[in-house]
């Protein structure tokens, strides 16, 4: 149990420091904001175990545990600030409250409503592999598939609340959706039937390496604020002090990861074999056909 809490308090790190990284020069650095993403990581590393074990997963995988609560911070931070929140939107461009096409929804009432849809329209996809999982008889690809899905329910998500502000970026659309099939594809050794988990799990890593990117190498300013320019520049140097603990979430997550595919290796070969050899039926099959 402390295991899973402190996984789970490493995993709220790793979102408050992109979080704090990335909008500290736009905004107020607030203590108590920072911390949020660390105490609901810590929570969830109490919680999600147990309620995973309802669901049969007896042994969790702690790297797919630590994305796993990647992903649900991440829902429960965005349904927060959608649906329940108030504050005012004058400094987004994208709002952070749900909006229809672009046009913020105000009643709060229709808005803890929708917010209630939200969570149950997300408890469903998290069944849906659960059930519908092993649709082929090749478990490689089936991770793949999974991890994909979960890259586009990112993609969806993202193009309802950016969309009708930026407009739609068809180069941009795919990348989740690219990004979720290879962490399907990395996760598949560690699991067996848990679909449902590494669904979320994808959602997860998949929001880690683009947030990576999008914050630490492309750099830049975030879309969401009105303002391009920094607000707070004394802050473009006080945020590198975030980066030190940033690196040891992903330190943290490579040391859970690394050894538990040393360990699934062969199983992995295996996978990679039977790919290639469906790959090669295929051409055969076309070959034959044409």
């Known amino acids: 149990m ?3 809490i402190l996984v789970g308090t490493v995993a709220g790190l790793h979102s408050s420091c992109w979080g704090g990284y990335k909008d500290s020069p736009y905004e107020p650095f607030i ?3 920072y911390i949020r993403s660390i105490i609901v990581g810590s929570i969830c590393g109490l919680i999600v175990p147990a309620l995973l074990n309802l669901h049969g997963y007896k042994e969790i995988n702690l790297a ?3 994305c796993f609560i990647i992903a649900i911070e991440r829902v429960f ?3 927060l600030k959608a649906f329940f929140r108030e504050e005012s939107q004058e400094k987004y461009n994208i709002p952070t409250k749900f909006h229809y096409l672009g046009k913020v929804i105000n009643n709060k009432i229709l808005r803890i409503f929708i917010g209630a849809g939200f969570l149950a329209l997300l408890y469903g996809l998290f069944c849906i592999p659960e059930i519908y999982g092993n649709f082929i008889n090749n478990h490689f690809l089936v991770c793949i598939f999974w991890g994909a899905m979960s890259g586009l329910a990112s993609s969806l998500g993202g193009m309802w609340k950016d969309a009708p502000i930026e407009g739609f970026d068809i180069i941009k659309f795919p990348r989740s959706f690219i990004f979720g099939g290879i962490w399907g594809a990395i996760f598949s050794p560690l699991v067996s039937s848990e679909y449902s988990l590494l669904f979320y799990a994808s959602i997860g890593s998949e929001r880690m390496a683009v947030e990576f990117y999008k914050t630490f190498i492309a ?3 975030s879309s969401k604020f009105k303002v391009k320019e920094p607000v707070y520049p004394d802050w473009l140097i006080k945020r590198r002090i975030l980066i030190f603990p940033y690196a040891v ?4 997550f490579l040391g859970l990861l690394i050894p538990s595919l ?3 290796i062969q199983h992995l070969a295996i996978c990679y074999q039977h790919l290639i050899g469906l790959l090669l039926n295929m051409l055969v099959t076309s070959q034959l056909l044409s």
């Open 77 to 79: 931070t965005e349904t």
């Open 219 to 221: 750099g830049g300013p």
């Open 31 to 33: 203590t108590l904001k």
């Open 64 to 66: 797919l545990l630590f």
């Open 249 to 252: 979430t992903w330190i943290t």
């Open 2 to 4: 402390l295991i899973y």
């Open 262 to 264: 040393i360990k699934s």
